[in-house]
């Protein structure tokens, strides 16, 4: 499938002859691909940030604002239904508008809703300007790759988003030491504030550089029953997920929730073959690498996500770090994101994606693997091993599964492209963290009991046992008041030992995880209409 591309200009400085990629555009900053690139990676560092900075402020949030602890889960909760729900329509309309009226709206209410809440006097409007961050956020990141693609041309694309990725990694691995230092020594506010001057940033660069492009062929209506069938089952899928926890597997009320979405992804897929310009061409499935991308970046995110989630716990409540510590703790595996992901780029361009998608995937199972070995009184070095490997396995899959989703789409579906794309690694998250969880609360609800009476504890009561091994889930050791040190030093060991035979089973289903995702990697090729987005603008 072939497509022109068109440039919507909206300025004397838009229209500009062509040029070298390495080199400024005779007429001006506006369309440069370096510069596009330095922009969208702004912007996108913003929402990245924010998937983990607030889980620092949560417990401040909590006592400043009198709020319940269900109630401060809706701060994480709301924030992320938003975003899932929304990427898909929100790339559809980026599509149909140009990503970068899309980015710039993203950026401004994004900031803007950061801002709202950093003056909020209550939970509820937390909350509430909370699903807006997710919903501008929603706008904002799809756009950036759609932008991306139309800017550069085919052998620098994986570079670009090479770096993009290393942009998302870096600030969703460092928003917990961002947002220790300004919690501890700041206030829970700074974490939201600190979105402002970055949102106007982006701002000013975007309205400067940021050259608007049209597909001749983008889509001229709105598929209105399409989006809100999809809506409604991404919605049913991620409350499902998000409630699970609470409600339990076993439970009817999480079993209805993914039945309903089920049958709403059925009824979307039917609509989808009937309408004349759907929200999601179910051709774009017909390509094996793009399906394949879209499953390697779920399964992707399940290891990831999900490992990840525990090992916060790990460092803070069994190793007793502060956030700060923790956050300085998970530096290899940033750090290795951060090299690795335009080398990755660099590899993938001169190979493709297949053997650099495989590879990454292997070492992520290896380092999943040996994190299932951590102990509870491991060392940093030995720490700094697994989270390095893990970081350098995730490099390559952040780039080239993005760019085989957004490579293998045509040019006026690359906005729907990136919204499958981010849609697929949110959904994989939510997937890690529900599923794992649920290994984690079993390996726990199993071992505690046993362990408590071999340590020659007092015999619980089935409800003091079911408080406790809450407590053991995240690595706190339920002490009661009152007991001796010496008592008190077995419950914490048996505490720690229990919940680390949790995590290690957990840490082996990622590894299991992300096994199967090195046999999906060998689906994958390059991009076949990545070439689209050459001789674009300045190119």
Not at 64 to 80: C, E, H, K, P, S
Request: proline fraction near 5%; aromatic fraction near 6%; glycine fraction near 12%.
């Amino acid at each position: 499938m072939t497509s022109q591309t068109t440039i919507d200009a909206t300025g004397p400085g838009d229209a500009v002859p062509e040029a070298s990629l390495g080199s400024p555009p005779a007429a001006g900053l506006r369309g440069h691909p370096w510069l596009t690139l330095i922009t969208v990676a702004v912007g996108v560092m913003m929402v990245a940030l924010d998937g983990t900075i607030v889980a620092i402020a949560n417990p401040a949030i909590q006592k400043d604002l009198g709020a319940t602890f269900a109630q401060v889960q809706w701060i994480t909760n709301g924030y992320f239904l938003a975003l899932a729900v929304s990427l898909i329509t929100a790339g559809k309309l980026g599509d149909r508008f140009g990503h970068r009226q899309t980015f710039l709206i993203g950026v401004t209410g994004f900031a803007a809703a950061s801002g709202a809440i950093g003056l909020s006097h209550s939970i509820a409007a937390v909350v509430t300007f909370r699903v807006c961050q997710g919903l501008f956020g929603a706008l904002l990141m799809p756009a950036a790759l759609g932008l991306l693609r139309a800017t550069f041309p085919a052998e620098k694309l994986n570079m670009a988003i090479g770096i993009w990725g290393m942009v998302i990694g870096a600030s969703t691995a460092g928003g917990p030491i961002l947002g220790g230092v300004l919690v501890e020594h700041v206030n829970w506010q700074s974490v939201f504030f600190i979105n402002v001057p970055v949102g106007a940033l982006a701002l000013v660069l975007g309205v400067l550089i940021l050259l608007d492009h049209r597909a001749e062929n983008a889509p001229r209506s709105f598929d209105i029953l399409g989006i809100a069938l999809l809506s409604g089952a991404m919605f049913c899928l991620v409350w499902a997920l998000i409630k699970a926890p609470t409600w339990g597997w076993g439970d009817g009320r999480t079993w209805l929730f993914i039945a309903a979405s089920v049958v709403l992804f059925a009824v979307f897929s039917f609509w989808e073959t009937r309408v004349k310009e759907p929200l999601i061409p179910l051709g774009l499935f017909r390509s094996i690498p793009l399906s394949a991308g879209v499953v390697l970046m779920v399964l992707m995110a399940i290891a990831f996500m999900g490992g990840l989630f525990f090992v916060t716990f790990y460092l803070q409540n069994v190793h007793g770090m502060s956030p700060i510590d923790a956050g300085l703790h998970l530096l290899p595996l940033t750090g290795m994101m951060i090299v690795g992901s335009p080398l990755a780029g660099a590899a993938i361009t001169k190979l493709g994606p297949r053997i650099p998608l495989a590879g990454g995937m292997a070492a992520t199972a290896v380092a999943m693997y040996g994190m299932s070995t951590l102990k509870a009184d491991t060392g940093s070095g030995a720490m700094s091993i697994w989270f390095a490997l893990l970081g350098l396995g995730l490099a390559p899959v952040m780039v080239g599964a993005t760019e085989v989703i957004v490579g293998n789409a045509p040019m006026e579906l690359s906005g729907v492209a990136g919204g499958l794309q981010q849609a697929a690694m949110q959904i994989g998250g939510s997937l890690g963290t529900a599923v794992l969880g649920a290994v984690m609360a079993s390996k726990v609800d199993s071992d505690l009991a046993g362990n408590w009476r071999g340590a020659g504890l007092p015999q619980l009561t089935p409800d003091q046992l079911h408080k406790a091994s809450e407590a053991v889930q995240v690595g706190v050791a339920p002490v009661p008041k009152g007991v001796s040190q010496q008592v008190a030093a077995k419950i914490t060991e048996v505490a720690h030992h229990t919940f680390v035979s949790g995590m290690s089973l957990a840490s082996l289903v990622a590894a299991g995880v992300a096994a199967v995702a090195v046999l999906v990697a060998l689906l994958t090729k390059r991009g076949a209409n990545a070439e689209q987005g050459a001789g674009v603008g300045h190119m």
